[in-house]
């Protein structure tokens, strides 16, 4: 993982920018534009346990979030990258996200711990609901959701919360981001909309892109784009 960090963090500087390599022994299988000047490329590696996935997140200044999720879309391992923090999910989730929960039921609850490597740990409670409405962008079919979920300190204190509308793909076994509100403990909630606009596949022009195109005008810090997607913290 120390050579992929390297890896991205060398890709945004101007000169390498613009097309993503994944690192050695991994393959890059979509890359998603979306409002909000965001652009990720998804992939998976051999090393990880088989329906592993990895997300490579990019706006104008270049890489700024990777994660890791398993098939059930629990959120294995998230990395900030200006400064670098990892954080990962605490072994046995009091009850774990299940994405097969949500299809199959059309909700899913979920309560777990997450613990960052510069000594900070919190606890997230929530849930995923399928609203029963559907679109389809470049062949891939979307459901929508409505999610909502607190994350706490061991104190109780908020550190932030999240509600809104996601999309679902059965296909890809994932989240994507919808228009949603974000509120990071200070009681003020910050609206959001990335959604996505066009998927990539391999043979696509605009495939492994990491150059956002969609409303590229408007300013977003990396703070404000941190963990897009509730599925990725």
């Known amino acids: 993982m120390k050579i992929l960090i390297a890896l991205l ?3 945004a500087t101007p000169a390498l920018a613009g097309s993503f390599i994944a690192p050695e022994g991994c393959t890059t299988y ?30 104008q200044e270049g890489p700024f979030f990777l ?3 398993d098939d059930e879309t629990q959120w294995i391992e998230s ?32 309560i777990f711990s997450l613990s960052k490597d510069n000594g900070e740990h919190s606890n997230v409670v929530g849930f995923d609901e399928l609203t029963g409405r559907t679109i ?24 932030r919360r999240a509600r809104g509308n996601e999309y679902i ?3 890809f076994r994932m989240f994507f981001s919808g228009a949603s509100e974000w509120d990071d403990g200070n009681g003020g909630w910050l609206p959001m909309d990335s959604h996505p606009v066009k998927f990539f596949r391999e043979g696509d022009k605009g495939f492994e892109s990491t150059q956002p195109i969609f409303d590229c005008d408007a300013v977003l810090s990396h703070l404000d784009r941190k963990g897009l997607t509730h599925d990725n913290l």
């Open 9 to 11: 963090l060398l890709m």
């Open 30 to 59: 979509l890359t998603v534009q979306s409002r909000g000047c965001y652009v990720a490329n998804h992939y998976t590696c051999e090393a990880d346990p088989a329906g592993h996935k990895w997300r490579a997140d990019f706006d």
């Open 67 to 69: 994660s890791r999720i």
């Open 79 to 110: 990395i900030e990258l200006n400064p670098v923090v990892t954080q990962t999910l605490d072994p046995n989730p009091q009850d774990p996200a299940c994405f097969t929960n949500l299809t199959e039921t059309g909700r899913d609850d979920f």
């Open 136 to 159: 389809t962008i470049d062949g891939v079919v979307l459901e929508e959701t409505a999610f909502e979920y607190t994350e706490t300190d061991d104190a109780g204190n908020v550190l």
């Open 169 to 171: 793909s059965r296909e």
